[in-house]
């Protein structure tokens, strides 16, 4: 942004510029008067003492007076002419003021502040850079809404399929499959609705206080939590050796790395998972790496982006030894790139393990306290 004149320069230029033409005229108005009455004592020099004495006081007195008056006249003068210098020089915060008053509530349009005092410049950059937050965090809520709506619709339709099935069956095997169908659509939703809350609330995170801690346990909860659905999948669940410290929030950790590992575990017809742990220099780098279908490179930067799911994941009904179908809601990857954000830290996609599947790695800052 082009930063006009200076806001000081111009108050310091207009006050200096007042308090001269104030001056100079009541300069001017007490030089007259003097110099009248020095012409008259001239023209009429007093005859004795006495008399000298007393045009002495009456000059005297009359110079006083004389320098006083425009004095009382010129200081309220000087106050307006201040009065008016200043205003003019206020003018482009009253114009920034107009402005900012008169917006709409969905008005985030960037302020024009070409012509702006270097003062107020970096006011304006703050502002529309607040403006520019609050318009993406507006598009993201209303496309975030608009995605919702549309990833609910489709369990919810399904669940009123299933139960219209189950009413209208008259074979008691056909009703018990059209209800074991509404308890795996109940499971949707309800991973659904758990996911879209889970990034709702991340997306409400500011940065917390964030502490050292280690990344090896939250890594072995994890995968005690995971143990029993990957017994039932028939994969296995690998830690490698190694730990790192790092500035982090636990629970958020946790929460990313549950997530990665469920993905690999519901869409990837995996036989193996391994989590590794390492340190680059000052990044701690945490790997999820599977032997299962994985992410075709063109579609990787595609997975990412919410309610996007990989043309490669497999629903697990079609895989022998996998139960029901357990279709994601596109949300698993959104969630931990939103908390490596928050964690300052970056997320690469490579391939899994002997070249199959699909390796997600994360770098998080390291920890320098012991």
């Known amino acids: 942004m082009m930063a006009g004149k200076s806001l000081r320069a111009r108050l310091v230029l207009l006050t200096t510029l007042a308090v001269a033409i104030v001056w100079l005229v009541t300069a001017a108005f007490t030089w007259r008067a003097a110099l009248h009455e020095i012409e008259e004592l001239l023209n009429h020099p007093p005859t004795t003492a006495s008399h000298m004495e007393e045009e002495r006081a009456e000059l005297t007195g009359e110079i006083a007076k004389h320098l006083l008056m425009p004095m009382l006249i010129a200081l309220p003068g ?15 915060l009253q114009r ?5 008053a008169s917006r709409a509530a969905d008005r985030l349009t960037p302020i024009a502040g070409t012509d702006a005092p270097r003062e107020i410049a970096p006011l304006i950059e703050r502002l529309n850079e607040l403006f520019a937050g609050i318009d993406r965090a507006l598009q993201n809520e209303r496309r975030f809404t ?12 399904a669940l009123k399929a299933q139960a219209q099935v189950a ?16 308890l795996v659509g109940c499971d949707r939703a309800t991973h659904l609705v758990a996911q879209m809350l889970t990034l709702a609330r991340l997306d409400a995170n ?22 029993g659905e990957a017994i039932d999948a028939g994969c296995e669940l690998i830690l490698g050796e190694g730990d790192a ?34 340190c680059e220099g000052n990044r701690a780098v945490l790997t999820v790496a599977d032997d299962g279908r994985g992410v075709p490179a063109a579609e990787r930067g595609q997975v990412m982006q919410r309610f996007r799911r990989g043309t ?3 629903p697990l009904d079609t895989v022998p030894g996998r139960g029901h179908n357990s279709s994601g809601s596109g949300l698993g990857l959104s969630i931990v790139q939103r908390v490596i954000e928050l964690h300052g830290g970056s997320l690469q996609l490579d ?20």
């Open 78 to 92: 000087l106050a307006l002419v201040l009065v008016v210098a200043v205003g003019f020089s206020l003018r482009p």
């Open 96 to 100: 920034l003021t107009r402005d900012v």
């Open 206 to 227: 500011q940065g917390q206080a964030l502490q050292s801690l280690r990344l090896r346990p939250i890594a072995e909860e994890v995968l005690a939590v995971s143990a």
């Open 146 to 157: 608009a995605d919702a709506s549309h990833e609910l619709r489709t369990p919810l339709a």
């Open 312 to 314: 490669s994941a497999v």
């Open 167 to 182: 009413l209208a069956a008259t074979d008691e095997t056909k009703r018990q499959h059209a209800l074991s169908q509404i």
């Open 245 to 278: 410290l790092v500035l982090g929030d636990a629970a958020l950790l946790q929460s990313m790395l549950r997530n990665l590992v469920d993905n690999a575990l519901r869409h990837s017809a995996a036989r193996q998972i391994e989590i590794g742990i390492a």
């Open 351 to 370: 391939d899994g393990i002997d070249g199959r599947g699909l390796a997600v790695r994360v770098r998080l800052p390291v920890s320098t306290a012991t």
